[in-house]
């Protein structure tokens, strides 16, 4: 890359860390282009130049918040228990929720506030697939450990994911007892139903979420 590409590169960049850093300190309403442009000391045309417009940005926006989410979880360890793993994997979900709520709704298309109408955030495309494809890896591990019936992976992954969103954004609005453990009380234990639903013993199943949580006492998920 040329010294002058180099320079759209870091410009382009630095509004996209710009979005996300006044996402989470002031919400959804604040993305605008002469604000994020004058956060990196540019001019609102920057904001054409690099994404043809504030949809655009918004879109990069929620791709790099993508990006960072699928690195969350592919930060967790895999071991020689997916169910251990995927215990680990919804924690790293919740986590990278919690620690970015503004940019987790989003980068779902629930952000509470007023943006303006153009501001809707587009399909992810395959940011958002990757994330969700660690999930269906990890339930085809399952799978084939014979802990759970020959189901579609990607239809077991869904289901996963339904239940692990729906407890984060129930947190989110304040529908929850704020001095309760989301993934303690309510996340691990409604996925083990849905396993033991699917043929898994409940022995095992609690053999591995005692594991994930030792792991987790070794290896705090990481958020960016």
């Known amino acids: 890359m040329n010294e002058a590409g180099a320079v759209v590169t870091s410009q382009r960049n630095r509004m996209i860390e710009a979005g996300l850093r006044l996402l989470e ?51 967790m360890p895999r071991t020689d228990d997916p ?11 919740h986590s990278y929720a919690r620690a970015h709520p503004q940019r987790y709704r989003l980068m779902f298309g629930l952000a509470p506030s007023t943006p303006p109408a153009d501001l809707t955030p587009p399909d992810a495309g395959p940011a958002g697939k990757a994330a969700f494809g660690q999930l269906v ?16 992976p990607n239809i077991v992954a869904s289901r996963i994911w339904s239940l692990i969103h729906g407890a984060v954004l129930l947190e989110l609005a304040g529908y929850l007892d704020a001095e309760q453990d989301v993934i303690d009380s309510i996340v691990q234990p409604a996925t083990a139903d849905l396993l ?22 070794e290896t705090a998920p990481t958020s960016e």
């Open 25 to 75: 300190s002031e919400g959804p309403a604040v993305l605008r282009a002469r604000r994020i442009a004058a956060e990196v000391g540019a001019s609102t045309m920057a904001v054409y130049t690099h994404f043809d417009g504030m949809p655009g940005l918004v879109h990069a926006i929620v791709i790099e918040a993508f990006h960072r989410f699928d690195r969350a979880m592919a930060a």
């Open 137 to 152: 890896e990890v339930v085809e591990r399952i799978r084939a450990s014979g802990r759970i019936g020959a189901e579609d």
């Open 196 to 217: 033991a639903g699917m043929g898994d013993h409940r022995d095992n199943l609690d053999a591995s979420i005692a594991r994930a949580r030792r792991l987790l006492a």
């Open 83 to 93: 169910v251990a793993d995927l215990f680990l994997i919804g924690e790293a979900y």
